[in-house]
């Protein structure tokens, strides 16, 4: 298991969607997005893997990387496999959608 890391660079993951009421806070690193319970960030989304997708903090900077998820991690409508998330993008995982804000970047 990877350890978690406090912030080291603060996020919010605001819904685009109107499924989800609140921003996801990220609170340490890594976070796992997906279905499963024992995903850190749990989505009710039936088009999500149960482990779908991860984001860390590398260099200063946050990723985002697929965990071999079956229908695909996307930021700014391209699929990815690892890429780098700055403030404004748009992260689709499944049918859920979330803006990237990252304070003060």
């Known amino acids: 298991m ?3 890391y406090p912030i080291a660079f603060p996020a919010l993951l605001v819904p ?3 499924e ?3 921003p996801v806070r990220l609170n340490s690193y890594p976070v ?6 024992s995903a850190d960030v749990r989505l009710d989304d039936r088009w999500l893997s ?3 997708c991860e984001i860390d903090v590398t260099d200063g900077g946050l990723i ?3 965990l071999g998820s079956k229908h695909g ?5 391209s699929p990815i496999d690892e890429t780098t998330i700055e403030s ?3 992260l689709r995982i499944g049918i859920t959608r979330f803006v990237v804000e990252i304070p003060n970047e």
């Open 20 to 22: 989800l009421q609140k």
């Open 2 to 4: 990877k350890p978690s």
């Open 16 to 18: 685009a969607t109107t």
């Open 88 to 90: 404004g993008d748009e």
């Open 32 to 37: 796992r997005l997906g279905r499963s319970e």
């Open 73 to 77: 991690t996307y930021v700014n409508e």
């Open 64 to 66: 985002i990387r697929d």
């Open 50 to 52: 149960r482990n779908h």
